[in-house]
């Protein structure tokens, strides 16, 4: 009964040190991969597409390898129009190599532009057929991109490539969901400062070609205008100028025009770049009117 006992408390010892082993070796693995010094395991089924021999290589530490061969095979199949073969390739080198950003935004090219514009032109497809291929892979390329940023929460690249796919106006564009990505962008540590300024005036700016959420746009950019001379910028004032305009902003909130131009000259100027670009979908409320007045005004 006593020798019983004994092997009892030593399985539970056993037991509990494996235990507690087990849940150190599984925190240090993901401190290891999130400072990437070492990979992430395979996907399960990863073997499985990659062979015997590439398996092999992959398992003995030479992934990066493996993965610019399939690489290579990914653009031979993108050579034949192959975008099946394509998507899977990607697939595979992305299980290979998760933390490469390469890899997220070639893949993520090929589906939402390349195949995407080949099916758009396949003039022997019906033209709801070409219409729904050309939707279906350029929303395979967006979500190609959400799976990478989903992996990678820091990335600010791979979050800055899916808001710059949103608010492409020569795709399909979705200025909420654009929005949404710059202000992920933003939300990344790992951002260099030198551009936030930049991407902060792109939000801005796509919050702008939303009208319900004009206000938020307004606030947004009386910020950006006060904050610092650099945002001074064309774009931005006449934006801001038209929103104002738009959401008649009472005046002691609103900016003067003697602040947000630096002359009439100039005014005039940018409000005519500005409103033959109308077509970006940035509010105009009132700029056609401030042109024909000060086209109209003495010159001194």
């Not at 390898?65 to 975008?83: C, G, K, M, S, T």
């Not at 073969?85 to 390469?102: G, R, W």
């Not at 106006?169 to 710059?182: A, G, N, T």
């Not at 746009?217 to 738009?246: D, R, S, W, Y």
């Amino acid at each position: 009964m006593r020798i019983f006992s004994q092997i009892t408390v030593i399985l539970a010892v056993l037991i509990t040190f494996g235990a507690a082993k087990l849940r150190f070796e599984q925190q240090l693995e993901k401190d290891m991969v999130e400072q990437r010094l070492i990979q992430p395991a395979l996907k399960e089924g990863t073997n499985l597409k990659l062979g015997q021999t590439s398996a092999a290589v992959a398992l003995g530490g030479l992934r990066s390898l493996v993965a610019a061969v399939w690489n290579f095979r990914a653009f031979i199949h993108f050579e034949d129009l192959n975008w099946i073969k394509v998507e899977e390739s990607y697939e595979t080198i992305t299980a290979l190599q998760p933390q490469t950003t390469h890899y997220w935004d070639t893949g993520a090219w090929h589906l939402h532009t390349n195949a995407a514009v080949y099916y758009n032109e396949k003039e022997d497809l019906p033209p709801f057929r070409r219409k729904s291929m050309r939707q279906l892979y350029h929303d395979k390329g967006a979500t190609f991109l959400e799976e990478g940023s989903r992996q990678n929460p820091d990335n600010w690249r791979l979050h800055l490539s899916l808001a710059r796919l949103w608010s492409d106006r020569y795709k399909m564009p979705d200025y909420q969901r654009s929005v949404e990505h710059y202000q992920d962008t933003l939300a990344c540590s790992a951002l260099p400062e030198f551009k936030r300024r930049q991407l902060e005036r792109f939000t801005f700016y796509n919050l702008s070609m939303i009208p319900e959420r004009y206000p938020e746009a307004l606030a947004m950019g009386t910020a950006l205008f006060k904050k610092t001379n650099h945002n001074h910028l064309p774009n931005l004032v006449c934006t801001i100028f038209a929103l104002q305009n738009e959401l008649n902003t009472p005046l002691l909130t609103k900016i003067p025009e003697k602040e947000l131009f630096p002359n009439k000259r100039l005014q005039q100027k940018w409000l005519k770049n500005y409103w033959r670009g109308k077509l970006d979908g940035l509010p105009v409320t009132g700029v056609k009117e401030k042109i024909y007045s000060l086209e109209k005004a003495p010159t001194s």
